[in-house]
């Protein structure tokens, strides 16, 4: 169920629709919108009868859900919404560009790194410290002392950070050093875990699984907002199929499919995508084409020495040569959108 407020209506008449949905043993959540609130409500098995709340003042319209998810529909909230994280915003039309290496190795590796990424001009800065490894052997990352790394990065490059967690002891070390939490592709069915940052008040940056579809991806974030924190951001990575050309096949028709759907910003990732370093630029400049939010690239100062994903890095001066680009491309858009209205 899904409860419309009138554009008039004043904070005593959202909270009595809280209250009577409280009364009835179930949840309400508020999402101010541009014209209007409108309330979901979860925790229901069968159907709420809309009678217990069509003639409270200040509402306009109780509507049954019929889709499978309720809060990153586009039917709780028509327009868009932007996401805070740290300091900066994606979603409200700018380009959102997160870019590091893959792995925070050292402090070296890093901060060489974060000093392109800054002068870019790019806002989000990630890494990771907590890696999921195909193979138990491979480096897993450094952790704490990666986190701690990346908090200095925050404080001298004023860099808002993007890092994983992969169970609930990371997602409380990404709370306390980092801004937003990755949750990653192997875990993005990961129900408990996405429970425990949908506690958290931290910004939550949810990647496509490995062969998710696109329900099970909003389904996926559904979990994380069902639990309070609405501050969810898409990332489509890559996908499973038969091609063998590239690592994964990137699947940018979700993208236009996401905002039919959902209000919740979407990201690319053509690093991930793709798993080569001459595909990453091509399939960056795409993404934006096809209307994402940003892009989130790995970026290494020496990426023949990477400890994990070297093949698919870019170098920092490529890494701004294709800022620049798709900072192109985005302002085409804008372009094409304004005279289109
Ligand atoms: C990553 O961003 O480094 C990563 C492991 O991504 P994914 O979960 O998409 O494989
Ligand atoms: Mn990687």
């Known amino acids: 169920m899904l409860i419309v407020m009138r554009p008039d209506a004043v904070d005593a008449d959202i909270e009595r629709v809280l209250k009577v949905i409280e009364s009835l043993g179930l949840r309400g959540h508020e999402l101010p919108g541009q014209s209007r609130t409108a309330i979901g409500i979860t925790g229901n098995r069968g159907s709420v009868d809309p009678a217990n709340f069509e003639n409270l003042p200040g509402v306009a319209d109780a509507i049954r859900v019929t889709k499978p998810y309720k809060l990153v529909s586009s039917d709780l909230r028509p327009e868009k919404s932007v996401i805070k994280v740290g300091n900066a915003f994606i979603g409200d039309g700018s380009l959102a560009m997160i870019a590091g290496p893959c792995a925070v190795e050292n402090e070296k590796q890093v901060f060489d790194a974060a000093e392109a990424v800054a002068a870019s001009g790019a806002k989000f800065f990630r890494g990771g410290a ?89 389904l996926a974030a559904e979990y994380v907002m069902a639990e309070g924190n609405y501050d969810v951001i898409l990332c489509e990575r890559g996908i499973r199929t038969f091609a063998n050309h590239a690592r994964n096949t990137l699947d940018l028709s979700i993208i236009p499919a996401i905002r039919r759907l959902s209000h919740l910003p979407v990201i690319v990732d053509p690093s991930h995508g793709t798993g080569h370093n001459y595909m990453v630029g091509p399939l960056a400049l795409a993404g934006i084409a096809a209307g994402s939010d940003g892009l989130i690239i790995e970026v290494h100062p020496q990426p023949e020495k990477a400890l994990c994903d070297g093949a698919q890095a870019l170098t920092t001066s490529q890494y701004t040569e294709l800022f620049e680009q798709t900072k192109r491309i985005h302002e085409a858009m804008n372009i094409a959108a304004t005279a289109a209205s």
């Open 130 to 218: 907590y890696k999921p490894r195909t193979s138990p052997y491979a480096f897993q990352g450094k952790g704490e002392d990666g986190l701690k790394i990346l908090a200095e990065v925050r404080n001298q490059f004023g860099l808002n950070i993007v890092t994983e967690a992969m169970d609930e002891h990371g997602v409380d070390m990404v709370e306390k050093y980092g801004d937003c939490i990755q949750i990653g592709a192997r875990n993005m069915q990961n129900f408990s875990l996405l429970k425990y940052v949908g506690k958290t008040r931290k910004p939550v940056l949810l990647k496509r699984g490995l062969s998710a579809t696109l329900e099970e991806l909003l």
